[in-house]
């Protein structure tokens, strides 16, 4: 069953939707050449502790920190240690999110560790990036959930190859519905799978998390041994990018980006919800 949120609902979601959106900024600046995923993991918990929030990641399943932090090759879902120090010219995806009184935001964003990065893994970010971009702005009234995954894979399909000769958009993950917890349904698959039919249709108070996670190689993955560490199976880099985003009756609202959405989605002809906080 799909949970349908209160405008009230959308607002304490929009709340947490910040603390996440502090977390990005927070860890953002704290990934330079040096530092260890274990330093960022320590960001996020200082900022979720100034703004009174709560993980949703750490016990989650039994995973042992506040955020994910996936580097180089690794897709989604690694784990912080003392043991990994980034170095120059490394990418990283940082996973994360909160819960204010009862409600979620989550969302991962792709960074780049110094500099020298080539212009290829540059696209691979920026072609992860605005896909999502392309799903969220299919969030409309009377859409459907698959026309989601069809702008996402469709943008992505769009673009020109890179040497490998596709970007391998990942299968076994995707997007999930949020509200009253981080992970719900309608799943939502970052392509096109008709076996699925159309999915449920989109109406106001639908919450849904966009995350797209694409490879400079295979879609393939597999997990590590230590049942968290999802990597490419051919070595490949990867990025990942993610944002909560509610459907209201004015439009939608980015609930993990500091304007809603609004510059992003004007770039659609689309007008972001108003923000219930402001």
Known sequence: MVEIKTP???AKMREAGLVVAAIHAATRKA?????????????????LAEHGAKSNFLGYGGFPATICTSVNDVVVHGIPDAETVL????????????????????????AFVGS????????????????????????TKGNRLVDISKAIEGYIRRQPRPSSGKYGIVEDYGGHGIGSQMHMDPHLLNYVDRKRGRG????PGF?????????LGTAKTHVL???????????SWSSHWEHSVALTEQGPLVLTAVDGGKAKLAEYGIVAAPDPLA
């Open 116 to 139: 020298g990065h080539s212009a290829e893994l540059a696209e691979l970010s920026r072609v992860t990036e605005e896909s999502m971009w392309a799903g969220i702005a299919a969030v």
């Open 207 to 215: 919450c849904i998390a966009i995350e797209p996670m694409v490879n």
């Open 87 to 110: 170095a120059d010219g490394d990418i990283i995806s940082i996973d994360c999110g909160a819960i204010i009184d009862g409600w979620h935001g989550d969302a991962a964003y792709t």
């Open 8 to 10: 009230e609902q959308i």
């Open 31 to 47: 990934a330079v050449p040096g530092a260890t995923t274990k330093d960022l993991d320590d960001v996020a918990r200082k900022v």
């Open 225 to 235: 041994d230590d049942d968290w560490t999802v990597k490419t199976n051919d070595g």
């Open 200 to 203: 449920p249709k989109l109406v």
